[in-house]
Each structure stands twice: as structure tokens, then as C-alpha cells.
């Protein structure tokens, strides 16, 4: 450890957890950052991912910071200073290290583990991580989420989460839940009501209009929207075919989208 970059290396470990040669990893999916929610019941963050090739979810519990870091970077929200999770990118970044993948590893007890896959000057190396905080810098370094088969064989059932609008799907070619207070703390968003956009289906209506995932609709056709069931309400009673003229709050800014329904 005789240069800068290996002293810090170094440092990020022993703050990190220990590192070691990368060995086999047990079999594991790929996966995606389907949703964050509030739990109704425990008011605590949920983050689920969902696996690419069969769609089976994995919900994960976890503390209210990591929530926000992992918000900001699904909205693609910026802040004026880096949070540890950007400096952490940063980090390694300058040290010429990559993120190969992270892994959710292991679940023992209601207590999930995961590993960084990292390649760091010809070397491979795994550092033990919170899943919460090896989610957070997965995406800010375009990383893969893994998991473990047998952890997502484990995979509880998901909470009662926020209703999904059912006509928002079918005429708009979106998801979106209920913008909660404790949704919108975690998003940093001055509004604290709306339906929160939380998919865009490829080549749907919404997509074509711009809409985009972390979008607030607060209005549809002058109705005002404080959740799913108003956004429900307002496609119900909006015509096939017709235009549906949507006020929309895009990072931070109100903005007017106007959609074409589908016949």
C-alpha cells in the first residue's frame, strides 16, 4: 500500500467491509429495480426487484436514507452536494475501479446480505454491502443487480402496497401508486399528493407523450388528482379516442401533457 490509490482503496474497504478474491458465486438471476413504496402497515421504505427472465419479485425492507439515495437516482434527481452514494461512485471511479454486478447473497434470519463485484487494477475483489446501499450504487454506476436463487426462492409476499390505476395501465400504458407524505419526504418533492408515475410501457400512450417514470400527475381534464383512485376516476369517465390533458409535475417543474387516448 505504498500509493494514494491503494491507501484509499484501502480505506473504502475497511469502511465497506472485507474484501477478497473473487470466488464462485452461487447461482443467481438478474434483476431490475421494479418499485419503492411505503409499507402501509410499518410505514418503512420497500424496494422490490423483479427478476428480467420470469418476473418474480423480491421485496426488501430498508432504512429511509438508503430509500431516499435510491429515489433520487430512479427519479434522476440532483443535488447540489454528493450524497455518500455518489461520493462512493466518484470514489471509485477515479480509482479505476468498475462494478462488475451486486449480488443479494444470502438471507439469514429477516436479514438480507450482498457482495460488490468489483475489478480494481487486474484484480477481482467482493466487499460485504447492506443490499439497500449496494442497490443505491449499483445504479449510479449502470451496475446489474443479481440474486441468489435460493434467496428469491425465500422472497415474502409483497405488502398491501398503493393501488395501481387498472385503466391507468390499459389506456395510457402506465403504473403509478399513490403519492404519499412519506413517499414524497423520501422523493425530496414539495408536493405531497398526486398519482406518481412509476412505469412507462414501451410504446404506450404515455410514453408517446413524454411521460416519464417519477412524473407527478396532479390534474387530468382539470380534475384535480390526489391519488390512483382519482386518476381511475378522471379515465373512466374520459372518452375513447379523445384527448386527456394532463398536469403533470416533471423533476421539480409543473408542466402540461396532453395525450391521445387510444379508440
Given at each position: 500500500?505504498?500509493?494514494?490509490?491503494?491507501?484509499?482503496?484501502?480505506?473504502?474497504?475497511?469502511?465497506?467491509?472485507?474484501?477478497?478474491?473473487?470466488?464462485?458465486?452461487?447461482?443467481?438471476?438478474?434483476?431490475?429495480?421494479?418499485?419503492?413504496?411505503?409499507?402501509?402497515?410499518?410505514?418503512?421504505?420497500?424496494?422490490?426487484?423483479?427478476?428480467?427472465?420470469d418476473k418474480k419479485t423480491l421485496p426488501?425492507?430498508?432504512?429511509?436514507?438508503?430509500?431516499?439515495?435510491?429515489?433520487?437516482?430512479?427519479?434522476?434527481?440532483?443535488?447540489?452536494?454528493?450524497?455518500?452514494?455518489?461520493?462512493?461512485?466518484?470514489?471509485?471511479?477515479?480509482?479505476?475501479?468498475?462494478?462488475?454486478?451486486?449480488t443479494i447473497t444470502e438471507l439469514r434470519?429477516?436479514?438480507?446480505?450482498?457482495?460488490?463485484?468489483?475489478?480494481?487494477?487486474?484484480?477481482?475483489?467482493?466487499?460485504?454491502?447492506?443490499?439497500?446501499?449496494?442497490?443505491?450504487?449499483?445504479?449510479?454506476?449502470k451496475a446489474p443487480i443479481f440474486v441468489?436463487?435460493?434467496?428469491?426462492?425465500?422472497?415474502?409476499?409483497?405488502?398491501?402496497?398503493?393501488?395501481?390505476?387498472?385503466?391507468?395501465?390499459?389506456?395510457?400504458?402506465?403504473?403509478?401508486?399513490?403519492?404519499?407524505?412519506?413517499?414524497?419526504?423520501?422523493?425530496?418533492?414539495?408536493?405531497?399528493?398526486?398519482?406518481?408515475?412509476?412505469?412507462?410501457?414501451?410504446?404506450?400512450?404515455?410514453?408517446?407523450?413524454?411521460?416519464?417514470?417519477?412524473?407527478?400527475?396532479?390534474?387530468?381534464?382539470?380534475?384535480?388528482?390526489?391519488?390512483?383512485?382519482?386518476?381511475?376516476?378522471?379515465?373512466?369517465?374520459?372518452?375513447?379516442?379523445?384527448?386527456?390533458?394532463?398536469?403533470?409535475?416533471?423533476?421539480?417543474?409543473?408542466?402540461?401533457?396532453?395525450?391521445?387516448?387510444?379508440?
Open positions: 500500500m505504498r500509493t494514494l490509490d491503494c491507501l484509499l482503496i484501502s480505506s473504502f474497504i475497511l469502511l465497506s467491509g472485507p474484501a477478497v478474491q473473487s470466488a464462485q458465486e452461487p447461482a443467481s438471476v438478474e434483476t431490475r429495480v421494479k418499485t419503492l413504496f411505503v409499507d402501509p402497515n410499518s410505514q418503512t421504505p420497500v424496494v422490490v426487484l423483479e427478476s428480467i427472465a426488501i425492507w430498508i432504512d429511509v436514507p438508503e430509500a431516499r439515495a435510491i429515489a433520487l437516482e430512479l427519479e434522476h434527481v440532483s443535488l447540489p452536494r454528493p450524497p455518500t452514494h455518489d461520493l462512493i461512485r466518484s470514489l471509485l471511479q477515479s480509482l479505476g475501479a468498475t462494478l462488475q454486478r451486486v434470519g429477516s436479514t438480507y446480505f450482498a457482495t460488490l463485484s468489483l475489478f480494481v487494477k487486474e484484480k477481482a475483489v467482493q466487499i460485504d454491502s447492506r443490499p439497500s446501499d449496494a442497490i443505491a450504487i449499483a445504479l449510479r454506476m441468489s436463487t435460493q434467496v428469491l426462492a425465500k422472497s415474502t409476499p409483497l405488502p398491501a402496497a398503493p393501488a395501481r390505476a387498472e385503466a391507468a395501465q390499459k389506456k395510457l400504458g402506465l403504473q403509478a401508486q399513490d403519492l404519499t407524505a412519506e413517499l414524497a419526504k423520501l422523493l425530496e418533492s414539495p408536493q405531497q399528493k398526486g398519482a406518481l408515475v412509476t412505469e412507462v410501457m414501451l410504446g404506450g400512450a404515455a410514453m408517446k407523450a413524454g411521460l416519464q417514470r417519477g412524473d407527478i400527475i396532479t390534474k387530468a381534464n382539470e380534475q384535480a388528482i390526489t391519488s390512483t383512485d382519482d386518476l381511475e376516476s378522471a379515465l373512466q369517465s374520459a372518452r375513447s379516442g379523445a384527448q386527456l390533458k394532463l398536469e403533470v409535475i416533471k423533476k421539480g417543474k409543473p408542466t402540461t401533457v396532453v395525450i391521445d387516448l387510444p379508440s
